[in-house]
């Protein structure tokens, strides 16, 4: 026996006595309970088992909400000023309806997305209509504001007219239409109710797009009858912006194109991705805040969309166009004129340069009444108890010249 068969037997004999190991030493059984419990996987509920798209459409929606509740606190003080006014022009009206309407599609909306309870094929199959018949007369209100507003600061040209109305009467067309092509997306029970376009069809973005086309054409006219400006009054373009509202309009426009994009762009996953409708509502509820807000802007009369900054301003200081105190010219002899104390000093600071952009600060926006806006200067007195100097509220000071000099360079400063 040589050396290869005694390590043959060898290995053999390992052989069985590993057999008799597994033979000698069970596998132990588990109680049936036991392997009930290791077999199970626990599952969530739909409600909390949600894809990624719909899961950031729901905390995008809560975001939606707690910017429409922080925009509707603190626009509140302005909103009762406004009421107080006595007229009720088409503006202030839209105001009021964006103001309550806004708040009935979304609050509603969203108490549908975020209910546990409803059924698809029962509660959602009936709801979806509402939030895109809702949105379009919503986004209509808001267009009309934009239409009414832009025709009054180009003082109702007629070619500025007709490309405003031109495009509104697209986008009522359109969006009425394409409220026909969006359907319930259908999610599973428990996981809430929301809109989308019908087979996720990426035309239906022209919903979007057309009120889209009309917010660009808005900011791009209101953004050049403000640079026009500047030939007149130089201005920083920051106090522009502020001034004449253009951060408004941008901010419309902006959101509207990130929500258009979503709908042309972005790919879902499957007919239940809801990831086209994401941006939606943001897009609505600030569209609607903003335009709002260029409601509570316009200084002066709200009647016919209101007027420009500058025209308001030189109706409102310079009252007749005769008698001007600054400049040079030839004047009237003979007569007698009025000037109280604030024009001749508006005068005097506007002949030295030092009152820049200050002819906006005398009618701030529609929310103040007009008698409030009207500067008095008050009478000083001495205060025979103190000696301290006083001022009489409620007095003013009115000056008529029997003589008036011509000055070429305007009233003299105090360096």
Not at 29 to 55: G, I, M, N, W
Not at 268 to 282: A, E, L, R
Request: with cysteine; glycine share 8%.
């Amino acid at each position: 026996m040589d050396e290869e068969d005694i390590n043959d037997i060898i290995q053999a004999r390992r052989m069985e006595l590993v057999g008799v190991g597994k033979r000698s030493l069970p596998f132990p059984s588990l109680h049936p309970s036991c392997r009930r419990t290791r077999q199970t996987t626990p599952t969530l509920p739909p409600s909390l088992d949600l894809p990624p798209h719909l899961s950031a459409q729901k905390y995008f929606f809560v975001c939606t909400l707690t910017v429409l509740a922080w925009d509707a606190l603190v626009l509140t003080p302005r909103s009762y000023r406004l009421g107080r006014l006595p007229k009720w022009p088409a503006l202030k009206f839209m105001y009021y309806f964006m103001q309550f309407w806004v708040l009935a599609d979304f609050v509603v909306t969203g108490v549908m997305f975020f209910s546990t309870t409803v059924i698809q094929d029962k509660d959602c199959v009936a709801f979806w209509p509402y939030e895109p018949i809702c949105t379009a007369i919503l986004l209509a209100v808001a267009s009309a504001v934009h239409v009414m507003r832009i025709s009054a600061i180009y003082d109702h040209v007629q070619n500025v007219r007709a490309t405003m109305w031109g495009l509104y009467a697209v986008q009522i067309v359109v969006t009425a239409i394409c409220c026909g092509f969006y359907r319930s997306v259908h999610l599973e029970d428990g996981q809430g109710c929301i809109a989308g376009p019908l087979n996720n069809a990426s035309w239906v973005g022209i919903y979007w797009l057309a009120p889209t086309l009309l917010y660009g054409t808005s900011f791009v006219l209101a953004a050049l009858r403000s640079v026009k400006t500047l030939e007149t009054r130089r201005v920083s373009y920051w106090r522009l912006m502020l001034r004449d509202g253009l951060n408004l309009y941008g901010a419309i426009l902006l959101v509207n194109l990130v929500n258009v994009l979503f709908y042309f762009v972005m790919t879902p996953t499957g007919p239940t991705d809801p990831i086209k409708t994401i941006v939606t509502s943001m897009a609505a509820v600030l569209t609607t805040t903003m335009s709002m807000r260029i409601i509570l802007s316009v200084r002066g009369d709200l009647a016919n969309g209101g007027t420009f900054s500058i025209s308001s301003h030189a109706a409102s200081s310079s009252g007749a166009n005769t008698n001007s105190l600054s400049g040079s010219g030839t004047r009237p002899r003979g007569g007698n004129h009025t000037f109280t104390l604030g024009d001749m000093r508006d005068a005097t600071v506007a002949v030295a340069g030092r009152k820049e952009g200050g002819e906006w600060d005398a009618d701030k926006s529609s929310v103040t009444p007009r008698e409030e806006t009207k500067a008095v200067l008050p009478i000083i007195v001495e205060d025979v108890d103190n000696g301290i100097p006083r001022a009489r509220n409620g007095l003013g000071v009115q000056i008529t010249v029997d003589h008036q000099v011509e000055y070429d360079d305007g009233f003299p400063t105090r360096k």
